[in-house]
């Protein structure tokens, strides 16, 4: 997929990985929650995510694309299929073994994990886990690009979507590619949106 701006969105290549995985921990190091559940917003705490969104990209299943600019990885978006896309407990723990050094981190993961697992309904559907910006490239579009390659993806197939987010904006974003809010809940005092998207007929 390439689009005016020359950003081309493809699949990731094993040599990909760790470019990837430096670019998830940048992204969402920046968001309240996220540097919350890492220990703090240092780059102790950046390694912290770098090392589960590294399990999470090469163990995990779903497809993984990247947006590029040129050679550069500017956005990530895991995608992956019901009833794939939340995890046993015993396998979160081997996924996120390398961390295991950090046992708050680990803590804080696997409850926030089991309260999605909680709300992420119970019928086929398609999943965003997780969509990260490089944090320089954020507010040009990036993230819709990503959000148009999943919806036309989806649609294709037949099928709805759902995600969830700890960021009011986007919330915003999300319901302009057709999403709708189905629940909220606060965890560890931030709030959580929990959103659906029906399947759009493209014929």
């Given amino acids: 997929m390439e689009n005016n701006n020359n950003i081309n969105i493809e699949d990731i290549k094993p040599d990909e990985y760790k470019e990837a995985a430096i670019l998830l921990s940048k992204a969402f190091i920046g968001t309240p929650f ?3 559940v890492a220990g703090g917003a240092d780059e102790k705490a950046r390694r912290n995510l770098e090392t589960g ?3 999470m990209i090469k163990n995990k299943p779903g497809r993984v694309v990247v947006a590029k600019d040129g050679k550069q990885i500017v956005g990530v978006m895991r995608m992956v299929q019901w ?3 939340q995890n046993s407990i015993p396998r979160g723990l081997e996924l996120l073994f390398p961390m295991i050094f950090a046992r708050k981190v680990i803590l804080r993961v696997l ?3 089991s309260i999605w697992r909680k709300h992420d309904p119970q019928k086929p559907h398609w999943h965003i886990d997780p969509l990260g910006v490089l944090p320089e490239r954020q507010g040009q579009g990036i993230g819709s690009l990503l959000l148009t390659y999943f919806c036309e993806h989806v ?3 037949g099928m709805p979507a759902y995600h969830e987010t700890d960021v009011e904006a986007n919330v915003r974003l999300y319901k302009r590619f057709g999403y709708e809010v189905i629940d909220e809940e606060r965890i560890f005092s931030f709030n959580h949106w929990f959103m659906w998207r029906a399947y759009k007929d493209i014929k």
């Fill in 34 to 36: 996220s540097a919350y």
């Fill in 53 to 55: 969104f590294m399990g």
């Fill in 83 to 85: 009833p794939q896309c």
């Fill in 111 to 113: 409850k926030f994990r």
């Fill in 155 to 157: 649609d294709k197939l």
